[in-house]
């Protein structure tokens, strides 16, 4: 069992990056994966912790783009580095572009006149590198103004929401690219994010594909079996490795664990294997 979908402190995740490796080992995982929204900083700390107990580990992130019918789509790009290659550059620039996104963010929820302000966000996240709108959430719950963080997206936050703040992406053949130019492979995350069904997404896929991705991801923490199954012949049926992972948060998405997602996840080891081999 291997689990290719986590977030720590650096992004929006609630532990170090240090702490996800044990929670993986504890969990019975062969592998893990640190794949950390826009930043590759917390590589180094989980890679060093992997080592020490005796579990393998995966350099990733996850970036953000734009998608047909649908405001953002994520992708995961596995085996890269933070050093000077293509992507580690670009993830310069995305990081820049999330701090004026949260900037902008704090002035529209104060504008709406709820009692948040870019401070009290800055405390919750601990950085401003990892800083974004989970831990506006955060805030907004500790404040009153929502009940859980999922309400908190709802009401204000989620795309079309009163307090929603755009953020520039890149397109995911512009991710495929860079990552083949890095060393790595790019994975299209939770596709049934993307709101499309049956051949508005298979079209989609088709077209990822195309332009260089190496797999989706069909064993996703919060999927159904039939979804997780539907998503395994989208991906025989483009020739893409089906990966997957539990998109473990910590307190941030307190319904999912590291390896076992909701409970019954269970990633195949095989699927490591298969990933690297679509890096040449």
């Known amino acids: 069992m291997i689990d290719l979908h986590t977030h720590s402190t650096v992004s929006d995740g609630s532990d170090p990056p240090g702490r996800i490796p044990e929670l993986a080992a504890a969990a019975g995982c062969r592998a893990i994966a640190l794949t950390d929204h826009d930043s590759l900083a917390g590589l180094s700390e989980a890679r060093a912790r992997a080592g020490e ?80 709108r989970p831990h506006f959430a955060q805030v907004l719950v500790a404040n009153g103004v929502a009940d859980s963080i999922q309400d908190a997206f709802d009401r204000y936050l989620a795309t079309g929401r009163p307090g929603y703040v755009p953020k520039s992406r890149l397109e995911g053949p512009d991710v495929a690219r860079m990552a083949r130019a890095s060393g790595g492979v790019a994975v299209l995350a939770h596709p049934f994010s993307l709101g499309l069904d049956g051949p508005e997404l298979a079209t989609v896929v ?29 991906a025989h049926r483009f020739d893409l490795v089906a990966t997957g992972g539990s998109d473990y948060h910590g307190v941030v998405k307190p319904d999912l664990t590291v390896g076992t997602g909701q409970g019954d996840l269970e990633v195949p080891d095989s699927v490591l294997d298969a990933l690297e081999r679509r890096r040449s």
Do not use: K, W
């Not at 991705?213 to 539907?230: D, K, V």
């Open 53 to 132: 107990i005796g579990i393998g580990f995966v350099s990733g992130c996850e970036i953000s783009c734009r998608a047909p019918g649908s405001a953002s789509m994520h992708v995961l790009v596995y085996f890269v580095e933070d050093d000077d290659r293509p992507l580690a550059v670009e993830l310069d620039a995305l990081r820049a572009d999330r701090h004026r996104r949260n900037l902008a963010l704090a002035d529209r929820l104060g504008q709406l006149e709820l009692p948040v302000t870019y401070e009290e966000v800055l405390a919750v996240a601990g950085s401003e590198a990892g800083m974004g």
């Open 206 to 234: 088709e077209t990822l594909a195309g332009s260089g991705f190496g797999g989706i991801e069909a064993f996703y923490g919060r999927y159904r079996p039939e979804q997780r199954a539907a998503l395994v012949d989208l």
